[in-house]
């Protein structure tokens, strides 16, 4: 898998500089992260609605979609995929791989402030 999203984050990073009328990615790209993570987020709750209703097949297919939409938005981020598997090997040795930090843990760092995405302010401003 983590070879799938290494290539998958090497053809974001050549979209980069690609013509956005012809690559969705180039787009999404130059469309700044609020609209990188507002798909982001779309895709997500569409995982989760098709899981609850027990469809399989439009998980794995949005499960796709999901993580494009992660990977275009750690290259906006400057996130690389070792990154990511780097600290999934740090919490391994901490506690296992099928676990996940607690959010109380000294690890986890500082608690991010909560922002809101620029289409919700323009929306709301109007």
């Known amino acids: 898998m983590s070879d799938?999203?290494?290539?998958l984050y090497e053809a974001v990073i050549a979209a980069k500089h690609a013509?956005?009328?012809e690559s969705r990615t180039a787009k999404l790209l130059r469309a700044g992260r609020a609209k990188m993570?507002?798909?982001l987020a779309e895709e997500a709750v569409e995982v989760v609605i098709d899981a609850m209703h027990g469809n399989r097949e439009a998980v794995v297919y949005e499960s796709a979609d999901l993580?494009?939409?992660?990977v275009v938005l750690w290259?906006?981020?400057?996130?690389?995929?070792e990154h990511v598997w780097d600290e999934m090997k740090h919490r391994e040795r901490?506690?296992?791989?099928?676990?996940?930090?607690?959010?109380?843990?000294?690890e986890h760092g500082m608690r991010r402030k909560i922002v809101e995405l620029e289409s919700r302010r323009s929306r709301k401003s109007r």
């Open 19 to 21: 013509d956005p009328s």
């Open 67 to 70: 993580l494009y939409n992660l």
């Open 94 to 106: 901490l506690m296992g791989i099928a676990e996940k930090l607690p959010k109380n843990s000294a």
């Open 37 to 39: 993570a507002k798909k």
């Open 75 to 81: 290259v906006a981020a400057g996130v690389k995929p």
């Open 4 to 7: 799938s999203l290494a290539r």
